[in-house]
C-alpha cells in the first residue's frame, strides 16, 4: 500500500506530498494530508490534474465551500473561482503580501489552487510563515501585539484595476480581527495583519497605525519565514490562510495563465494571550 511521501520545501513552512492520487485517495490517507497541511502551512501535490468535479470533492473533505464574491466563477462550476492571467496583463492577481478573505467574520480556512495553465516562465507563488515570524519578534512585542486587534476591510478591490470590483453588492462593512491569533486547530499564535486587507488598528487612526503595520508586513515576509512554490502543470497547492501569507509573482508578461482556485470557510479567530 502506498503512502504519502513528504518533503519540506523550506526551514519554516511548506512540504511537497508525492505518492498518493487525491481523486482517489482514502479518508485516511486525506487525513494525514491535512495534518501536513497544519504542520507546514502549505503543502503542494504535483501530477494531480484535477478535473473540476475533483477539486470540489477535495475542498468538501476540509470544510464548506467559501464561494469568492470578487472573482469570475469557472463556466458550469460556480463553487470554483477563475484566477485568469492574459498575456497583456503586467500586474496579476494576488500580487502582493496577503490573507485569503481576512475582510470576512470567519476567514478563509484553506485554499486550493489548481495548475490549469502555466506560462513557459514565471508565475511562482511565495509564502510566508506566520507563525515563525510571531516565534522570531521579541517578547515585548509579542505581548503588545496580542493586546490589539486590527480593522480588515475589502475596499482595496475598489482600486483594483484588474476587474475584481465589478460587483458594488460583493462589499462589505469591514471586521475585526486579533493582531495575533491562536490556530484553530493546532493553538500555535501567528501573526494576523496583512498589506493587502488591514487598514488600521482598532481604537488607533490609519495614520498611527501605518508605521507600525508597515514594520510588522516587512518583518513578517522576511526570506527565512518564506518558501517558494514552482508551480508545475497538474500541480495543487493547498495553504491555511491562519498559518501563512502568500504572493503571486508577476513576472511572465506577454503570456497567460490560468488557475483554478476553491475556498474553504473557516470560523471566527480567536486571540493568543
Same mark, same amino acid.
Given at each position: 500500500?502506498?503512502? /504519502?511521501?513528504?518533503?519540506?520545501?523550506? =526551514?519554516?513552512?511548506?512540504?511537497?506530498?508525492?505518492?498518493?492520487?487525491?481523486?482517489?485517495?482514502?479518508?485516511?490517507? #486525506?487525513?494525514?494530508? %491535512? &495534518?501536513?497541511? +497544519?504542520?507546514?502551512?502549505?503543502?503542494?501535490?504535483?501530477?494531480?490534474? #484535477?478535473?473540476?468535479?475533483?477539486?470540489?470533492?477535495?475542498?468538501?473533505?476540509?470544510?464548506?465551500?467559501?464561494?469568492?464574491?470578487? +472573482?469570475?466563477?469557472?463556466?458550469?462550476?460556480?463553487?470554483?473561482?477563475?484566477?485568469?492571467?492574459?498575456?497583456?496583463q503586467s500586474?496579476?492577481?494576488?500580487?502582493? /503580501?496577503?490573507?485569503?478573505?481576512s475582510y470576512?467574520?470567519?476567514?478563509?480556512?484553506?485554499?486550493? #489552487? &489548481?495548475? %490549469?495553465?502555466?506560462?513557459?516562465? =514565471? =508565475?511562482?507563488?511565495? +509564502?510566508?510563515?506566520?507563525? !515563525?515570524?510571531?516565534g522570531a519578534?521579541?517578547?515585548?512585542?509579542?505581548?503588545?501585539?496580542?493586546?490589539? %486587534?486590527?480593522?480588515?476591510?475589502?475596499?482595496?478591490?475598489?482600486? &483594483?484595476?484588474?476587474?475584481? !470590483?465589478?460587483?458594488?453588492? !460583493? +462589499?462589505?462593512?469591514?471586521? #475585526?480581527?486579533?493582531?495575533?491569533?491562536?490556530?484553530?486547530?493546532?493553538?500555535?499564535?501567528?501573526?494576523?495583519?496583512?498589506?493587502?486587507?488591514?487598514?488600521?488598528?482598532?481604537?488607533?487612526?490609519?495614520?498611527?497605525?501605518? &508605521?507600525?503595520?508597515?514594520?510588522?508586513? %516587512?518583518?513578517?515576509?522576511?526570506?527565512?519565514?518564506?518558501?517558494?512554490?514552482?508551480?508545475?502543470?497538474?500541480?495543487?497547492?493547498?495553504?491555511?490562510?491562519?498559518?501563512?501569507?502568500?504572493?503571486?509573482?508577476?513576472?511572465?508578461?506577454?503570456?497567460?495563465?490560468?488557475?483554478?482556485?476553491?475556498?474553504?470557510?473557516?470560523?471566527?479567530?480567536?486571540?493568543?494571550?
Amino acid at each position: 500500500m502506498s503512502e /504519502w511521501e513528504i518533503e519540506k520545501i523550506a =526551514g519554516h513552512c511548506g512540504a511537497r506530498l508525492k505518492g498518493i492520487s487525491l481523486s482517489r485517495a482514502s479518508n485516511s490517507e #486525506l487525513q494525514k494530508m %491535512r &495534518s501536513a497541511l +497544519f504542520e507546514h502551512g502549505v503543502i503542494v501535490m504535483p501530477d494531480q490534474n #484535477l478535473c473540476p468535479d475533483d477539486q470540489i470533492q477535495l475542498a468538501r473533505f476540509f470544510g464548506s465551500i467559501d464561494v469568492n464574491r470578487f +472573482f469570475t466563477p469557472v463556466s458550469n462550476y460556480p463553487a470554483i473561482a477563475e484566477v485568469r492571467t492574459s498575456p497583456e496583463q503586467s500586474a496579476v492577481i494576488g500580487g502582493t /503580501w496577503h490573507t485569503d478573505h481576512s475582510y470576512d467574520t470567519a476567514p478563509a480556512m484553506c485554499s486550493i #489552487l &489548481s495548475a %490549469r495553465e502555466l506560462p513557459p516562465f =514565471g =508565475g511562482d507563488t511565495h +509564502f510566508a510563515s506566520m507563525s !515563525a515570524a510571531y516565534g522570531a519578534m521579541s517578547h515585548g512585542l509579542q505581548k503588545m501585539l496580542s493586546n490589539l %486587534r486590527a480593522w480588515h476591510s475589502d475596499d482595496s478591490f475598489l482600486n &483594483s484595476n484588474l476587474g475584481l !470590483a465589478n460587483n458594488p453588492d !460583493a +462589499f462589505r462593512d469591514p471586521v #475585526l480581527h486579533p493582531v495575533i491569533i491562536k490556530h484553530p486547530v493546532t493553538g500555535v499564535p501567528c501573526v494576523y495583519v496583512n498589506g493587502d486587507f488591514t487598514t488600521h488598528f482598532e481604537n488607533w487612526s490609519i495614520e498611527e497605525s501605518t &508605521s507600525l503595520l508597515a514594520y510588522i508586513y %516587512r518583518f513578517v515576509t522576511q526570506p527565512i519565514f518564506t518558501a517558494r512554490v514552482v508551480w508545475e502543470p497538474g500541480m495543487v497547492a493547498i495553504w491555511d490562510n491562519r498559518l501563512v501569507q502568500h504572493y503571486a509573482t508577476a513576472d511572465y508578461y506577454g503570456h497567460s495563465r490560468l488557475m483554478h482556485r476553491i475556498t474553504v470557510e473557516g470560523v471566527p479567530l480567536k486571540g493568543f494571550n
